[in-house]
């Protein structure tokens, strides 16, 4: 059955370095997806991506984060500068496109970041 | 405010027990998502529904949409049932979908 990938499955990072997560959504999904949780507390919206653009981001996803497909197959959520705050369980979801309303999103293992 | 409701936070039960989990909602479309999280994080979907009742296994899911409420049932509970339990509303802005999820609800199944 095609699951959503992601990985690493744990980073751990200074604080002001640069992390890249990468997902790796189902193949004929066209809808991407970034949430994060950070822990104890509910998850929440970053940013959704079609047709090579960001089609909507929450107020949580400022200049410090992009994402990117660089090559069909991966979805990548880069955070340029870290903050002790950023540290959460970042979770990758995609969805096809069969019904807009009511189809059902995906979601990868999540990876948990955590910055020192 | 909080968009997406669940009730109760926490619940623990004796294994063998029904469980009901409920999900109140005032923003989104006509589908519900269920959601399991395990203790290491990972999310599994269990449900999508916009209307009725839908069963697996153990798991019924049952969505009342005029109300805007949604219930999950675990029947013959089982200490592997413990996990977090988050319902999710899919709402659209501009063309965009994106979840709204619930706080989740832990449920400990105790043997």
């Known amino acids: 059955e095609p699951e959503v990938t992601q990985t690493p499955s744990h980073q751990v990072t200074q604080m002001g370095q640069e992390v890249i997560l990468r997902c790796v959504p189902i193949s004929n999904h066209l809808y991407f997806y970034w949430y994060r949780q950070i822990l104890g507390q509910k998850v929440e919206f970053l940013v959704s991506?079609?047709?090579?653009?960001?089609?909507?981001k929450s107020e949580i996803f400022d200049d410090q984060f992009s994402v990117e497909r660089p090559d069909g197959s991966n979805f990548t959520l880069k955070i340029r500068s870290t903050k002790l705050e950023d540290s959460a369980m970042y979770f990758c979801a995609s969805r096809d496109r069969l019904t807009y309303y009511n189809n059902e999103q995906f979601f990868g293992p999540g990876t948990r970041l955590t910055v020192l | 405010k909080n968009e997406v409701e669940q009730s109760p936070q926490n619940l623990t039960a004796q294994e063998g027990e029904f469980i009901t989990i409920n999900c109140s909602y005032s923003?989104?479309?006509?589908?519900l998502h269920w959601l399991q999280q395990h203790p290491g994080g990972g999310i599994v979907s269990l449900f999508m529904?916009?209307?009725g009742k839908k069963k697996h296994g153990r798991l019924i899911a049952t969505i009342n949409i005029q109300e805007k409420h949604s219930s999950l049932h675990i029947t013959a509970s089982h200490p592997r049932d413990s996990a977090v339990y988050i319902c999710?509303?899919?709402?659209?802005?501009?063309?965009?979908?994106?979840?709204?999820f619930g706080q989740g609800t832990r449920l400990t199944i105790n043997p």
């Open positions: 999710a509303v899919p709402l659209i802005i501009q063309g965009a979908q994106k979840l709204v």
């Open positions: 991506f079609y047709n090579n653009e960001i089609s909507e």
């Open positions: 529904l916009s209307s």
């Open positions: 923003v989104g479309i006509s589908a």
